[in-house]
């Protein structure tokens, strides 16, 4: 079994050697040839031009013999389709150029034309893959409709997302129309990336924790469900919700083959709190990747020592990587679930 066909079946809970590895935002910020690139480019620069997305795409697999890869573009690139830019300011955070704040400002925004604003998207998510061959999976991504509308909502980075939440509550036709728009774009941004290559979509659910349990369906589950309901049924979803692994059902209710796991679980008790048929991915925090290597390969040990009786586990870290992690650790983390074996 090569690794792409390692990391399929893991998806879809069916027995492999051992579990697949890969590593969210692996692109980072901590490897100098990426920090190098930073320099000359920005990150729009980057995303928007095809070869410099694959070269920044591979760097990692490069370095490190993972089973997949993930297309190197943000979340964000769905709100400035909408019609609404976003950047980086200097403090760190996201700034959208401006802030959804009355019903006009929702009326101009526009779905149409998503695969056109973002074809660049797809033709680096085409050189991936001809880089890749059949031998490595291609992840492919997009921000659930709540995450996107908490950015476009606050105009930008926030604690508690406040006004998204006022929303929900205060006007929910309102918030309807918003997340029916950021959802049709996402259905038609996701079909593209799956034709022109990816494997596997994610959907990252980066602020469903920010939400009261009887606020999750509506504000994040519906729209998530509608997005996986509409994709192709041999493409595998993987639902990473942050802090919500408590409601295993509601999120299994959105259809996902894969659940993303933050550090904070217990990854064994939630998976076997899911249906056989349902995987997990996850789940080591991500600061053990700032310490040494023989921390990393303690913990993770640990996890690959809890799930080994199960099928379907995706060897991942519980969220993002840090900028602090350090080469080594990455290097023992690959190897310590390459040579895993129960
Ligand atoms: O692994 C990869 O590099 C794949 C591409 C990827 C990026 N963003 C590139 C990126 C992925 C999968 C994302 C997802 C993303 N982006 C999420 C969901 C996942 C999560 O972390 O919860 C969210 C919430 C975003 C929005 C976003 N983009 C944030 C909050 C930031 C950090 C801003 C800051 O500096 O404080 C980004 C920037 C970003 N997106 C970087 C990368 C590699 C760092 C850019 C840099 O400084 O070079």
Known sequence: ??????????????????????????????????????????????????????????????????????????????????????????????????????????????PEGVREKLAYVAEALKLVRAELGDQRALIGFGGSPWTLATYMIEGGSSKEKERARELFYTDRPLFDRLMQKITDALVDYLHMQIEAGADVIQLFDSWGGALAPDAFEGASVRWMREIVDALPDDVPTIVFSKGMHDHTDALVSTGADVLGVGWTARL????????DDVAVQGNLDPVVMNTTPELVEREATKILGAMKDYDGHIFNLGHGISPRCRIECMEALVETVSNFSG
């Open 1 to 110: 079994m090569n690794q792409r066909q390692r990391f399929i079946r893991a998806c879809r809970s069916q027995p492999v050697d051992r579990p697949p590895v890969w590593v969210m935002r692996q692109a980072g910020r901590h490897l100098p040839e990426y920090r190098k690139l930073k320099e000359k480019y920005s990150f729009h620069e980057i995303a928007q031009t095809p070869e410099l997305a694959l070269e920044v795409t591979m760097q990692p697999l490069r370095r490190y013999d993972m089973d997949a890869a993930i297309i190197f573009t943000d979340i964000l690139v769905i709100p400035e389709a909408l019609g609404q830019p976003y950047g980086f300011p200097k403090g760190g955070g996201i700034e959208m150029d401006f802030a959804i704040e009355s019903e006009a400002d929702i009326d101009r925004l526009s």
């Open 268 to 275: 064994e008790e939630v998976k076997a709190r899911l249906p």
